[in-house]
């Protein structure tokens, strides 16, 4: 099960992913997406606190996510990973290629808090 939320707020996007992210639900996540860049913000952020697991399939959505997000010329920060899902991102060199931050720093650097 998979849960989404989105926030807006001057031109930044949170879409809040709850749950377990595999094959199974990439349809609702694309639609999600999808709808979030029609509105050309200019980041979108993808808070990662509740991600409880996600298989190689979701790995490949989101490596897609950061082309569309690059085509488009809209920031994409990945934020608040859970060490599960930190160790995943790692093993498969995603923090080469994503911007990945704390909850903090993400707060700090998007939000001013």
Same mark, same amino acid.
């Given at each position: ?23 199974? =639900? *990439?349809?609702? &996540?694309?639609?999600?997406? !999808? ?6 913000? %200019? @980041?979108?952020?993808? #808070? ?24 488009? =010329? *809209?920031?994409? &920060?990945?934020?608040?990973? !859970? ?6 991102? %790692? @093993?498969?060199?995603? #923090? ?18």
């Amino acid at each position: 099960m998979i849960n989404l939320k989105s926030a807006e707020k001057d031109g930044l996007i949170i879409i809040s992913i709850s749950g377990e992210f595999y094959i199974e =639900n *990439i349809q609702k &996540v694309e639609n999600e997406w !999808n709808e979030q860049v029609m509105k050309s913000p %200019k @980041t979108i952020a993808i #808070n990662c606190a509740d991600l409880l697991y996600i298989d190689s399939s979701a790995i490949g959505t989101l490596v897609k996510f950061l082309n569309s997000a690059m085509n488009r =010329n *809209i920031a994409l &920060v990945f934020f608040d990973l !859970n060490p599960s899902i930190q160790q995943i991102f %790692k @093993t498969a060199r995603l #923090n080469n290629f994503f911007s990945i931050t704390s909850k903090e720093d993400f707060e700090r650097d998007y939000l001013g808090r």
